[in-house]
């Protein structure tokens, strides 16, 4: 049986990009194949089709894009108990396989069970960006009452560390371009132009940085608030490593995921999803991520 996805054909451009189609995958030991209701769409998958991830993702071309999914469970491979034919789920694709797709593999140790309350899409959303978010401000451990610094906080994982510092407690400083102001502030976050002077802008001491930008902005802050101060980086590890920070080590288990669903149907956590387009339509999706021009998150809708 065949099945249509959505991915390239090389490395390059959104031209290298065209709708595929492909036999369905059958799941290996400890992994399930899921029919893909919902996909989420992020800044990797570009970056994955322009080359730029070649040492850290498995490709084999043509290659489906994607990497995190909801959907219903349709086959179960050996050494899996924890999950079953019917079952609704989503995660993250397992190595090889894509999320632009009608199914798709994902690995059951990091698979969760997707709680009714909480939609296809949202799931969708919650293993890249949502999960990223987690595991940085868990790493970085502030406490109520603290201030962290979020750099880039207007996309989707910095509306995420948002969400999750301030249901901790935390107060947020969070620097992001002027468009994303009325957004930011909705989430209880003290909102920084981008550009600002970073030691005028942040009113008494900094207890932490999550960085979703790095380079010289990071390097500004880092300056500003003063060595010692904890940073978390995504975009820029290396440079945080000079301050004494780290990267973002990510926990991609089933109970990592299974939290996030937690959250989000309790409303602790509240994806914003401002585009869905349907798989024929993807290269669309993808397009709004690369170039900037979608504030929430974007999801590809397959069933």
């Known amino acids: 049986m065949d099945m249509i996805a959505y991915g390239f054909s090389e490395y390059g451009g959104p031209d290298t990009e065209y709708l595929l189609d492909l036999p369905v995958p059958e799941p290996g030991p400890g992994q399930i194949l899921v029919a893909v209701r919902a996909a989420g769409v992020n800044p990797a998958d570009w970056k994955v089709r322009a080359g730029n991830r070649k040492d850290t993702v498995q490709t084999t071309l043509p290659a489906v894009l994607g990497r995190e999914v909801s959907g219903t469970v349709v086959l179960v491979g050996s050494g899996v108990d924890e999950f079953a034919v019917g079952d609704h789920v989503f995660g993250g694709t397992a190595s090889g396989y894509g999320g632009y797709a009608q199914y798709t593999v994902l690995n059951a140790s990091s698979t969760a069970h997707k709680p009714d309350s909480v939609s296809w899409a949202a799931a969708a959303t919650l293993p890249v960006a949502a999960g990223t978010a987690y595991d940085a401000v868990r790493s970085l451990a502030v406490t109520a009452g603290r201030t962290v610094l979020v750099l880039g906080a207007g996309g989707g994982v910095g509306s995420a560390v948002l969400q999750l510092a301030r249901a901790d407690g935390v107060d947020v ?24 002077d970073i030691a005028d802008a942040v009113a008494g001491p900094v207890d932490g940085i999550v960085d979703l930008v790095g380079g010289e902005t990071l390097r500004a802050a880092a300056t500003a608030v003063g060595p010692g101060t904890p940073i978390v980086s995504v975009a820029d590890p290396v440079l945080a490593s000079e301050w004494g920070g780290s990267g973002v080590v990510r926990d991609r288990t089933t109970a990592a995921f299974a939290r996030l669903a937690d959250l989000t149907a309790t409303g602790v956590l509240r994806p914003r999803i401002d585009h869905v387009f349907p798989l024929v339509r993807a290269g669309e999706a993808l397009a709004l991520v690369e170039n900037g021009h979608s504030l929430g998150k974007v999801v590809v809708e397959v069933r």
């Open 173 to 196: 400083v969070a620097v992001a371009s002027a468009g994303k102001r009325e957004w930011i502030e909705s989430l209880g976050a003290r909102f920084v132009e981008s550009g600002s």
